[in-house]
């Protein structure tokens, strides 16, 4: 086969398949797809390229902002006329959805396990700022987050609102499509850039993410691995959760594809003490990335996945010679208490 047919093979798939995926579009597209320059990466031997959806251009961006814009027109599509979400305060995907509520002049409820926090800073602070309204589970049980959104949304139900509830933290198959949107967007960019990747890295939280690049790189049929960091939960759960919802999602475009834990591998070790708690190999990552290249990394997802790239790379563990790190946001943490008090960079 030329080049010139894969190429319109492909284009016809991308073509095929956007048009079975709804999206409202809410920020400019493509985000950039930059080299990094000064940061040595095994000897300059392999190269390392950032995809920077950290620079979505809408509610401070970050990959979340993908996943709503299929799930906002499908909402739209439902008249829904209200958002019920949730998970922690920190929460940047709350953070996203309380602004396209606000976008829309919708009301959105968040839902988030615990009490109050004492302090409104961070993304709680911006989820407040974009007028959401909070209901906390007092229960520091992560799970009891989902009981209480169904709650909500029967609540809001009863008293004659039509809610749109998207479960936590956007991890849903219908969100997947968003990021599946994104896998088209990358290979074309490539394809302009003449970049071949052979891997795609980046960091997992609850899946939806990693899900939409397994699924998007299948439906391209291209020869990239997608390799996950767990940032929260065991990386064999994570696996699962992942194959799960990207099957989901391929049945709602129609194909009876089943994913396996193995089509999509996850790595541990990077998570530190526990999710959401700052880790000091995640500092360093965001401290070298930032002084090479002027590019701020979080540190609840991304710091800690780069801290697994990073780790492979100078221990030359990878056989990829062209990485994709896709950036996928989360900067407001730094304005938020608890990571101030943890680190001094
Ligand atoms: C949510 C999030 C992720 C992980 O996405 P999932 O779809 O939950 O796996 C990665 N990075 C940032 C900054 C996030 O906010």
């Known amino acids: 086969m030329t080049i010139e047919t894969e190429f319109v093979n492909k284009q016809a798939l991308i073509n095929h398949y956007t048009k079975l995926i709804p999206r409202h579009v809410l920020a400019h597209y493509p985000t950039p797809l930059l080299r990094a320059n000064c940061l040595a990466t095994a000897g300059g031997a392999v190269e390392l390229w950032f995809k920077r959806d950290d620079l979505i251009s809408f509610g401070f961006g970050g990959n979340k ?23 922690g305060v920190q929460s940047n995907h709350v953070r996203a959805t309380a602004a396209v509520a606000a976008q829309q002049g919708l009301p959105c409820t968040a839902v988030y396990w615990g009490k109050p926090p004492t302090a409104v800073d961070g993304n709680y602070r911006l989820s407040r700022l974009f007028n959401a309204n909070f209901h906390f589970t007092h229960d520091d049980d992560r799970a009891s987050v989902d009981s209480h959104i169904s709650l909500v949304a029967e609540n ?9 509830a998207i479960p936590r933290g956007g ?26 990747p052979d891997a795609i890295v980046l960091a997992v939280g609850s899946g939806g993410t990693y899900a939409g690049w397994l699924l998007g790189t299948k439906l391209l049929k291209l020869s990239w691995t997608v390799l996950g960091f767990t940032v929260s939960r065991e990386a064999d759960a994570v696996s699962q959760q992942v194959a799960d919802l990207a099957s989901q999602a391929a049945t709602l475009l129609q194909l009876d594809w089943r994913f396996q834990a193995s089509d999509a591998p996850v ?23 930032a002084q090479a290249e002027g590019v701020l990394l979080d540190p609840v997802y991304t710091g800690k996945a780069m801290a697994g790239l990073l780790h492979g790379l100078d221990k030359q563990q990878w056989r990829y010679k062209t990485l994709v790190f896709i950036h996928t946001g989360g900067e407001p943490a730094f304005f938020c208490g608890q990571w101030r008090m943890v680190t001094s960079t």
Request: net charge neutral; aromatic share 10%.
């Open 65 to 87: 902002i993908r996943g709503l814009e299929v799930m906002l027109a499908d909402a739209i599509r439902q008249h829904a006329n209200c958002f019920v979400t949730g998970a």
């Open 156 to 164: 809001l139900r009863q008293q004659g609102y039509r809610p749109y």
């Open 171 to 196: 991890a849903c198959a219908m969100g997947v499509l968003g990021h599946v949107l994104a896998v088209f967007e990358l290979y074309q960019q490539c394809l302009c850039q003449g970049v071949g």
């Open 267 to 289: 790595y541990g070790g990077f998570i530190g003490q526990g999710y959401g708690i700052p880790s000091s190999e995640a500092a360093d990552a965001i401290q070298r990335v």
